[in-house]
């Protein structure tokens, strides 16, 4: 072989790194494609910028259609105030739990299709 032809460790290194960085970025993608984070998609507000209980209650009961379309994704499927706040039992905000991932499907659709509850709202798995 000729001076030219020949591989270098350097190079060598550095065709072996373009490779693992290609697994990374494809093991990357299918584990995001298929779901690799599927957990909750809510993240809750801070305490102080939460409605007061009764503010979100009132939000609840102002969209009584909403409610009935979300409870239809599931028999598991619960709507209510939730308190997340340990010690300020008047802070709120809307809770949606779901036991499946069809039914947080259903839901997300149906949120991301009307205007919501006007207040925070948290959708999390059982």
């Known amino acids: 072989m000729t001076e030219s032809r020949r591989r270098t460790p350097r190079s060598s290194r550095v065709i072996l790194a373009s490779a693992i960085a290609v697994m990374i970025g ?3 993608a299918i584990f995001i494609i298929f779901g690799g ?6 993240v809750i507000p801070p305490c102080e ?3 007061s209980a009764d503010q979100a209650r ?3 009961e102002s969209k009584p259609e909403l409610v009935r ?3 239809a994704a599931g028999t598991d499927v619960r709507v209510g105030v939730s308190t997340p706040c340990p010690g300020d039992s008047d802070l709120a905000l809307i809770q949606v739990t779901y036991a499946s991932d069809d039914q947080k499907e259903i839901i997300d659709e149906l949120l991301g299709q009307r205007e919501g509850f006007g207040v925070p709202l ?3 798995k059982r």
């Not at 984070?37 to 809510?42: D, E, L, M, N, Y």
């Open 69 to 71: 379309a979300i409870k």
């Open 122 to 124: 948290d959708v999390a």
């Open 26 to 28: 494809g093991a990357l």
């Open 58 to 60: 009132d939000a609840l």
């Open 49 to 51: 910028s939460l409605p």
């Open 37 to 42: 984070f599927s957990g909750s998609s809510t």
